[in-house]
C-alpha cells in the first residue's frame, strides 16, 4: 500500500487523570446518534480516557472542540464510551479524525488509516448485534509512539453503512514514482478485475474464486478487493534486471507469530483464537490485509478476535506487536489461515516451487507498509486474494520478495515490488516469473 506520510500537528504530553463519566441514553433508533457528546463540545464527558487525552480547540472537524491525544511508547491514547443498543440490529459507528494510525471501533468492528494527509477523514465500520447484546463499547485510539491524533463528530446509527477500509487523504503528496498506487479508498463492494487481463503461469494461478467446497463457508460471498479502484491499463515493457538484488528478507529481532491458531465460522461471523507471544503488548490480524482487530496482551493465556465480515476463501494474517516503536515493533507475519468452505480456519500456504507469470511493477516509496514493516528491498506489494501475506517467493531479475504491503492498482496476478529512487522507475513494467519459496 502506497503510505502517503501526512504531517501531523505535534503537541507535548499533557498530564490528566482518567476521566469517566456514565452516558444514559436509550438505544440508538433510526437516524438517532447513541453517542454521548459526539462532538466533546463538553469536554470529555461520557468519556473514558487517559494520559494526554483532552478537549481541545484549534484542530477540529466542526464546532469549537475536538479530542486530541497524545500516543506514547507504551499507551495507545485510548478513549472508551459504553453506549446501550439493541439486540439483533445493525450499527454504523462513524467519525472524523486526523493523523497517523488512527483507530476506531465497536464491538469487534474496527477500521483505522495510517494517515490522513494532515486533514480531517471520515473513517465508518458497520457490525450487527447478537441477541443478547444490550450495550457496546466505542472506542478510538492512536498506535504506540506516533504522534498526536485528533478525533470528532462520533456518531453510532443504526443500519449498515460502507465502512470496511479507509478513504483517502484529501491532499496526497506527487508520487516520486510512475507505477506507485494511490492510497486506499473507500467501498464495501467489490471492484473491477485489472484493466490489463492476467496471464497464468506455466503451473496454474493462484485464485480467489470458490472450488466447489461444501459446507457453511460455501455460502459466503466471494472476497472483493478492499478498493473501488480501477487500475490504468499499463504497457508491459522489455525485460531487464535491477541493478539492486532483493537478499531474503531476516525476520531475525522481531517477535515470531502467535501459535494454536484455530477459528471457526458461526453464523456470519468468524472467531479466532490463537496463543500469546511472551513480549507481546498487542496483537493485530487481517483478512486479506484489512484489519480485523486488535487484542492487547495483558498475560491472558489465549486471545481472540471476531472477524464480522468474513468472506469465502479469506486469508488471514496475525501478527504479535512490541512497543518500542523501531521497525521491528511489528513481529513476524504467521503462515496464512485460510476459512475453508468446511467453515474452520486452517493453515493455508502456495506449494514451494509453484512457477507464475506476473506482472511485476515498482515503488519506491519510505516509511511503514500496511503490516507495519518499514519499506525495504525485498518488500513486496501483492493481492492478497492471491498471495497471502507472509508468502515468500522470488522474482526473475529481481531477487527476493516477502509478501508484507498492497496498493490500490496491484489487483490480480501483479507484485509490486520495492526499489530505491529512480531504480523503481527504470523498472518500468515487466512480465517476469515468480517462484513460491
Known amino acids: ?249 531476516s525476520l531475525s529481532g522481531r517477535l515470531p507469530a502467535p501459535s494454536t491458531v484455530t477459528g471457526a465460522l458461526s453464523g456470519s461471523s468468524v472467531t479466532i483464537t490463537f496463543s500469546r507471544v511472551a513480549g507481546a503488548v498487542a496483537y493485530r490480524v487481517w483478512r486479506n490485509s484489512q484489519s480485523v482487530g486488535w487484542v492487547d496482551d495483558w498475560g491472558q493465556a489465549t486471545l481472540s478476535v471476531t472477524d464480522n465480515a468474513p468472506c469465502r476463501n479469506a486469508h488471514y494474517t496475525i501478527a504479535a506487536l512490541r512497543s518500542d516503536g523501531s521497525d521491528a515493533s511489528t513481529g513476524a507475519l504467521s503462515q496464512p489461515y485460510i476459512l475453508a468452505d468446511s467453515g474452520a480456519v486452517q493453515p493455508y500456504a502456495l506449494a514451494p516451487g509453484t512457477q507464475l507469470q506476473y506482472e511485476i511493477t515498482s515503488y519506491n516509496d519510505a516509511g511503514q507498509t500496511a503490516s507495519g514493516f518499514n519499506t525495504a528491498l525485498g518488500i513486496c506489494a501483492v493481492d492478497t486474494r492471491y498471495i497471502p501475506w507472509g508468502t515468500r517467493f522470488k522474482v526473475d531479475g529481481y531477487g527476493y520478495c516477502y509478501a508484507a504491503d498492497i496498493g490500490t492498482w496491484i489487483q490480480g496476478q501483479i507484485v509490486d515490488v520495492w526499489l530505491p529512487g529512480a531504480e523503481a522507475d527504470a523498472w518500468g513494467v515487466q512480465q517476469r516469473t515468480i517462484t513460491i519459496q
Not at 456514565?22 to 438517532?32: D, N, Q
Open 1 to 249: 500500500m502506497r503510505r502517503w506520510r501526512g504531517l501531523a500537528i505535534g503537541a507535548g504530553c499533557v498530564t490528566a487523570a482518567v476521566v469517566a463519566i456514565a452516558a444514559w441514553v436509550l438505544p440508538a433508533s433510526a437516524g438517532t446518534n447513541a453517542v454521548g457528546d459526539p462532538g466533546f463540545e463538553s469536554g470529555l464527558s461520557g468519556w473514558s480516557c487517559g494520559g494526554s487525552a483532552s478537549a481541545a480547540t484549534g484542530t477540529v472537524h466542526s464546532g469549537t472542540y475536538a479530542l486530541k491525544a497524545t500516543p506514547t511508547a507504551g499507551d495507545t491514547a485510548q478513549c472508551t464510551q459504553t453506549v446501550p443498543v439493541s439486540p439483533n440490529t445493525t450499527y454504523t459507528l462513524t467519525a472524523w479524525v486526523n493523523g497517523s494510525y488512527v483507530y476506531i471501533g465497536a464491538s469487534g468492528a474496527s477500521i483505522w488509516t495510517p494517515s490522513t494527509g494532515g486533514a480531517f477523514q471520515q473513517l465508518s465500520t458497520s457490525f450487527t448485534t447478537s441477541s443478547a447484546t444490550t450495550s457496546v463499547t466505542v472506542f478510538v485510539h492512536g498506535w504506540y509512539g506516533q504522534p498526536t491524533y485528533y478525533a470528532d463528530d462520533f456518531a453510532l446509527t443504526t443500519g449498515s453503512g460502507g465502512g470496511g477500509t479507509t478513504a483517502p487523504p484529501t491532499t496526497p503528496p506527487v508520487s516520486p514514482s510512475p507505477t506507485k498506487s494511490p492510497s486506499p479508498t473507500s467501498g464495501p463492494s467489490p471492484t473491477k478485475s485489472p484493466t490489463k487481463s492476467p496471464t497464468t503461469g506455466p503451473t496454474g494461478s493462484p485464485t480467489t474464486s470458490p472450488t466447489g467446497g461444501t459446507g457453511p463457508g460455501a455460502s459466503l460471498a466471494a472476497c472483493p478487493f478492499w478498493s473501488t479502484v480501477t487500475p490504468p491499463a499499463r504497457v508491459i515493457g522489455p525485460s531487464h534486471n535491477a541493478t539492486s538484488q532483493a537478499p531474503m528478507i
